[in-house]
């Protein structure tokens, strides 16, 4: 009940294109979803991130939507770059003292390809 | 600027010693984390601790140890190293809010041979 679902495991986008993760969650205890993203070498780094409480949250060019009943969210990055290559993780946690704890998904690494 | 730092950055030591990896934080955060990072299994919580003297478990704590005798530190003890615990390992701080951001330190790469 406590793990996060990620797919895909990579992604290879043209530039311009759009890259698309998915993430899926079983408890409904989780209330925060964000996504993290990690270059090579570095440690991951908090990109965006929802709470469930509203169904779609936009930063420039990524997105996250939110479907509360299907228990899922997912990552749009519009007009990819090439210096959006990374692996992102979605993860889940929540304000509820035995499920604060963050859980991350397996990570899906990005290829955006000129 | 406040930051964390991760020491070593790489390691290799032989199965059966004992090995530390330091975690130093200057943000003041109460809460620290230790995940390991492996392909196709993401970042799994290690331990984790929410203040001074305190420390907890995580989803794979064998064979790992911590303990917090101060704010800005979270060590990391491998007992008795084994080649399984080969991976890289992170630190994470952050603030009171258990859906506060997480900041981590750069990773340390650990090869048990």
């Known amino acids: 009940q406590q793990q996060v679902k990620q797919s895909p495991q990579s992604l290879i986008v043209q530039k311009g294109g759009i890259s698309i993760i998915n993430c899926a969650y079983e408890n409904t205890a989780f209330d925060y979803f964000p996504w993290y993203q990690q270059f090579p070498g570095k440690g991951p780094a908090l990109l965006i991130a929802?709470?469930?409480?509203?169904s779609e949250k936009k930063e420039g060019r990524f997105t996250i939507s939110f479907n509360k009943s299907a228990k899922q969210f997912s990552l749009h990055i519009m007009d990819s770059q090439p210096g959006d290559s990374a692996t992102y993780f979605c993860?889940?946690?929540?304000?509820?003292?035995?499920?604060?704890?963050?859980?991350f998904g397996p990570g899906t690494s990005l290829s955006v390809i000129p | 600027d406040a930051e964390i730092t991760q020491s070593p950055r790489h390691k290799i030591t032989e199965t059966g010693r004992q090995v530390t990896l330091a975690c130093h934080q200057t943000?003041?955060?109460?809460?620290m984390f230790w995940y390991r990072q492996d392909l196709g299994h993401g970042l799994r919580l290690i331990h984790y601790s929410y203040g001074v003297q305190d420390t907890n478990k995580g989803e794979v704590s064998d064979g790992y140890s911590v303990s917090r005798s101060n704010t800005e530190d979270l060590p990391l003890t491998l007992e008795s190293a084994a080649s399984s615990q080969t991976s890289v390992y992170f630190c994470?701080?952050?603030?009171?809010?258990?859906?506060?951001?997480?900041?981590f330190g750069e990773g340390s790469r650990l090869t048990v041979l």
């Open positions: 929802i709470r469930p409480d509203v």
């Open positions: 993860a889940a946690s929540s304000a509820k003292t035995s499920y604060d704890k963050v859980i």
């Open positions: 994470a701080s952050r603030a009171h809010s258990s859906t506060g951001e997480l900041f």
């Open positions: 943000w003041n955060h109460n809460n």
